[in-house]
Nanobody
Framework: QVRLTESGGGLVQAGGSLRLSCRTS????????MAWFRQRLGKEREFVAR????????EYADAVKGRFTISRDDPRDTLYLDMNALRPDDTAAYYC?????????????????????WGQGTQVTVSS
């Protein structure tokens, strides 16, 4: 059973930076496709970024492209999300997700239902 544990959320002023971490247990992180999603208050959970299992392909949502960076540390079994130039509309609960098989299409990786394992979430609040 895969377990995901996020950390690193908090309160930051607009323009600031935060680093989120997601540690995996139960499986090595290089055996998993990994992703970050977020859920803003009253909104549906949405895709933020993903890191593929073997080819290390990376994809970002348009809203975060150029500001956020996803990376993976295999020896530490940890996925990171470095968030820069944060804006108030980045305020959300951020969730780490994982799956151990390839999605049916590139677009499917952006769908919440495609992902098997989820962390408990970590809150990011950006003040204006």
């Amino acid at each position: 059973q895969v377990r995901l544990t996020e950390s690193g959320g908090g309160l930051v002023q607009a323009g600031g930076s935060l680093r989120l971490s997601c540690r995996t247990s139960g499986r090595n992180i290089d055996e998993l496709h990994m992703a970050w999603f977020r859920q803003r208050l009253g909104k549906e959970r949405e895709f933020v970024a993903r890191f593929s299992r073997i080819h290390r392909n990376i994809e970002y949502a348009d809203a975060v492209k150029g500001r956020f960076t996803i990376s993976r540390d295999d020896p530490r079994d940890t996925l990171y999300l470095d968030m820069n130039a944060l804006r108030p509309d980045d305020t959300a609960a951020y969730y780490c997700a994982a799956m151990d098989y390839a999605a049916t299409s590139a677009a499917a990786y952006r769908q919440v239902d495609e992902w098997t394992y989820w962390g408990q979430g970590t809150q990011v609040t950006v003040s204006s």
